[in-house]
Nanobody
Framework: QVQLVESGGGLVQAGGSLTLSCAAS????????MAWFRQPSGKEREFVAV????????YYADFAKGRFTISGDHDKNMAHLRIDNLKPEDTAIYYC??????????????????WGQGTQVTVSS
């Protein structure tokens, strides 16, 4: 059974940093990419960043370039998202996602079959 479990969210002051973690289990040898999305209250879920599991290539949404860093730990089957210089507009539920399929649309919610339950990040001004 495939599972994704996020951790690391919380309440942070603007300007601070946070690292979110996602632990993957179940058929982990099939992982092709892991990604982070976020969903602010009342808004749609949006792509943040993705890391390819074979070559560790990364890709970011435009808003995430410069302050967000995605990384992967293949030995532990974990993906991390570090967010620097947090802003109130970063407040959202952050979700980890996984695809085991080559050629998935990696910026789209539909490109991922597996999702975590999410972790809340709240940034106070």
């Amino acid at each position: 059974q495939v599972q994704l479990v996020e951790s690391g969210g919380g309440l942070v002051q603007a300007g601070g940093s946070l690292t979110l973690s996602c632990a993957a289990s179940g058929r982990t040898s099939s992982i092709r990419a892991m990604a982070w999305f976020r969903q602010p209250s009342g808004k749609e879920r949006e792509f943040v960043a993705v890391i390819g599991w074979t070559a560790s290539s990364t890709y970011y949404a435009d808003f995430a370039k410069g302050r967000f860093t995605i990384s992967g730990d293949h030995d532990k089957n974990m993906a991390h998202l570090r967010i620097d210089n947090l802003k109130p507009e970063d407040t959202a539920i952050y979700y980890c996602a996984r695809t085991d399929v080559m050629g998935s649309s990696l910026e789209d919610v539909g490109g991922y079959a597996y999702w975590g339950q999410g972790t809340q990040v709240t940034v106070s001004s």
